[in-house]
């Protein structure tokens, strides 16, 4: 069964890191267009970050300059990494995975494949 699994969310102070991780079970993720995408409670889930099959990256302006997404093939993985982080980017983030046209990231209702999500808190 293609599986998505998240991993790295946690409890951070504003300013601090994180690094989240998008494993692949069943998936070849070198062959996927790739979002991660975040929900906060009472909001619609929104788009963070996308890499697609030639490793071009995209970003929403909020975290432009403080996220990075990169992929390990060795690992097939996919990473996304999380710098200064503030009070707002407190969601559950997700990644998503799909065969999209590649120059940007697509909205949430185009992707097939999700993970099961993983908590992200930023509070002093």
């Known amino acids: 069964q293609l599986q998505l699994v998240e991993s790295g969310g946690g409890l951070v102070q504003p300013g601090g890191s994180l690094r989240l991780l998008c494993a692949g079970s069943?998936?070849?993720?070198?062959?996927?267009?790739i979002g991660w995408f975040r929900q906060a409670p009472g909001k619609e889930r929104e788009g963070v970050s996308g890499?697609?099959?030639?490793?071009?990256?995209y970003y929403v302006d909020s975290v432009k300059g403080r996220f990075t997404i990169s992929r390990d093939n060795t690992k097939n993985t996919v990473y996304l990494q999380m710098n200064n982080l503030q009070p707002e980017d407190t969601a559950i983030y997700f990644c998503?995975?799909?065969?999209?046209?590649?120059?940007?990231?697509?909205?949430?209702?185009?992707?097939?494949?999700w993970g099961q999500g993983t908590q992200v808190t930023v509070s002093s």
């Open positions: 890499i697609d099959r030639s490793n071009g990256t």
């Open positions: 998503a995975a799909d065969h999209l046209p590649g120059g940007r990231l697509w909205p949430a209702g185009l992707y097939d494949y």
């Open positions: 069943e998936f070849t993720l070198e062959y996927y267009d």
